[in-house]
């Protein structure tokens, strides 16, 4: 196999052909050199530590046992090694304990990491999540107590907000806060589906928990946020006793069964000790200040799980021979053929292709967005930014995770009857990406978000700068030569886009909410498809050029001759080919959807729960 996990050609170009760095003075020291070194060091941890723990994770799974939680034994060493190279927080402030690098450099890493084995690496997205909550709203005394040592990967972290009767509505939470004499708290209560609640990675394990003080407003408005260590931590740093976070069990999962998702009691056998992490009923505000991190993690989890997907179903169809090649007739001499070679499969690995190639540019993009608001002093460009990434993140985590899972069943597919059992990985790999489109809320809820929330921010001026950028990109392509034709396309396609947000805004607030709301999603797979056809416009505008200039035109005869003996010659024509696929083949079916979001039908405000089927 010449690739595992990622392409890595198309890895660096996206970093440097297609985004490049964020301009800023920490930065310069990342030049093309280093960050070459950084991609390659992050793909060989991925391939040779990491990797090997992706069945291990699935098959011996985690261990529950009075209520302690073991990982396989390969999960450890793994960890150890992850830990060691500093990668935990290989993007956060040297301040902090962390390597200061741009975020599009750490998407490329993680990207590795992340397909290699995603339950592995949610012990770290759990962990470097809690972290940075301490990090924005810990006092001084939480931040020298915890906060290196969990940016380290000594200590884990998690996130404790689901209950049995709160899951999407946080609001209905019953855990409890009672302050003591002492300015801590007393935590009451009971948490499930906490991804990394419990295991033996860390020798601690530091709980960001949602609660309700004694007295506290109802719903969210009264909700706070605590930090609840497994064991009380000692002014030197060192343990203490146990704090009575007891892990009552372990859910038996679909896929990620490597990652412990664990069931968790507070205080009910005996004291459970938390500090106030922030203000007092200010806990979903400090929680949600962190949501974008979380949900651009599960959309790069879905995107790195797809890109894994892909590369096994394409090194398969390359070497799996299999049927005579459609144009041989009835030659009885004829001899068969690698599967690659039949229409339809090309058909299904030009899908895989063109979406992952998609969602590493989105995603890439997305990461050099957040390293501009973090670097930048010009208050303009930051502020267009961060409403840039707003508008950008339910389609990076819901658009994205969809797009993901249908990735996964194509590379099922490729394999045939070998796809569907376990002795192959594509299996696996489909069912760890189907969780992707529920946790961090779940995909109808990014739908909600895009609807309610990103198209009416500053007056639809957000949603706007979005709409701008993909203008600019189709002006640059309209004076490509070759171009010209796929440009046109777009500029069409964001037209109607932009028109459509404005009605089904506007029907949004309006006496028609619920019928705005039923196409939601609708609205979001728009949105994505659009956003996806200007990453592909955008990545065939550099690659044109260059391809002419190899080849000294871009005729077909000329570029396929071309390409049989240079890589960067194919590999550019790939990229065209992609734009035309999905700007030409796919595109088209977005505008049916833009028109039956557009007629409204009633149907799913008008059936009574009744018609569903009998009781």
């Avoid at 960890?79 to 301040?95: F, R, S, V």
């Avoid at 530091?206 to 004694?214: D, F, G, N, Y």
């Avoid at 967005?369 to 990076?396: F, G, N």
């Amino acid at each position: 196999m010449t690739q595992l996990i990622a392409d890595r050609r198309d890895v660096d170009f996206v970093l440097h052909e297609q985004i490049g760095m964020a301009e800023h003075e920490s930065f310069k020291e990342f030049n093309k050199k280093t960050i070459d070194l950084i991609v390659s060091e992050a793909r060989n941890l991925a391939i040779k530590e990491i990797l090997p723990t992706f069945k291990d994770g699935d098959e011996i799974g985690c261990k529950f046992e009075n209520g302690k939680v073991m990982v396989p034994e390969s999960f450890k060493r793994a960890w150890n090694i992850y830990c060691e190279g500093e990668w935990l927080a290989m993007c956060d402030d040297t301040e902090v304990g962390g390597q200061g690098m741009p975020k599009l450099v750490g998407c490329a890493a993680l990207e590795y990491m992340l397909g290699a084995n995603s339950a592995f690496m949610l012990y770290y997205g759990m962990t470097h999540g809690a972290a940075k909550l301490v990090e924005a709203f810990g006092n001084e005394e939480q931040k020298t107590l915890y906060m290196k040592k969990m940016f380290a990967g000594i200590w884990g972290g998690t996130m404790l907000l689901t209950e049995p009767e709160a899951g999407s509505d946080v609001g209905a939470l019953t855990t409890t806060a009672t302050k003591n004499p002492d300015g801590t708290y007393s935590i009451q209560g009971s948490k499930i589906f906490i991804s990394g609640g419990e295991h033996d990675l860390c020798e601690n394990i530091i709980h960001p928990v949602l609660a309700r003080i004694e007295g506290a407003p109802k719903g969210t408005k009264g909700i706070s946020l605590f930090l609840v260590p497994k064991y009380h931590v000692n002014n030197d740093g060192s343990l203490g006793d146990f704090n009575h976070v007891v892990c009552t069990g372990l859910e038996h999962k679909m896929g990620i069964r490597g990652n412990a998702t664990a069931s968790l009691s507070l205080g009910e056998k005996g004291k459970c000790i938390g500090t106030l992490l922030g203000k007092e009923n200010k806990g979903m505000p400090e929680m949600f200040q962190m949501m974008n991190e979380a949900r651009a993690f599960i959309g790069m989890q879905g995107f790195a799980v797809a890109s894994a997907s892909y590369m096994y179903a394409l090194d398969y169809a390359r070497n799996r021979v299999q049927g005579r090649h459609l144009l041989a007739g009835k030659d009885p001499l004829a001899k068969d053929v690698t599967i690659i070679q039949h229409p339809d499969v090309k058909r299904q690995l030009l899908n895989m292709k063109v979406y992952t190639e998609g969602m590493r540019s989105l995603i890439y993009y997305y990461g050099k967005c957040s390293d501009i608001v973090h670097t930048t002093k010009d208050e303009q460009l930051k502020v267009d930014t961060s409403a840039l990434i707003e508008v950008l993140t339910p389609i990076v985590k819901g658009y994205v995770t969809d797009r993901a899972l249908d990735v996964c069943s194509h590379g099922v597919q490729i394999y045939g009857g070998y796809g569907y059992i376990a002795e192959f990985p594509v299996e696996q790999l489909m069912r760890d990406s189907r969780i992707c489109m529920i946790y961090e809320g779940t995909n109808g809820i990014q739908a909600m978000d895009l609807l309610g929330r990103k198209l009416s921010m500053d007056k639809g001026d957000s949603f706007k700068y979005f709409i701008a950028q993909m203008e600019k990109t189709i002006e640059t392509a309209k004076e490509i030569d070759g171009l010209e034709a796929l440009a046109k396309r777009v500029s069409h396609a964001v037209s109607r886009l932009s028109a459509l947000a404005l009605e089904i805004g506007q029907r949004a607030r309006s006496e028609k909410v619920l019928n705005a709301y039923a196409f939601a999603h609708p609205f979001l797979e728009v949105a994505g498809d659009v956003t996806f056809a200007w990453m592909h416009l955008w990545r065939a505008s550099i690659a044109a050029p260059k391809l002419a200039k190899k080849v000294g035109s871009l005729d077909k005869e000329a570029v396929a001759a071309k390409a049989v003996k240079n890589r960067d010659a194919a590999f550019y024509a790939g990229q065209i080919e992609s734009a035309r696929f999905f700007i030409h083949t796919l595109l088209p079916a977005t505008y049916g959807k833009m028109d039956a979001i557009l007629e409204g039908d009633s149907s799913v405000e008008d059936i009574l729960d009744t018609s569903f089927g009998s009781k």
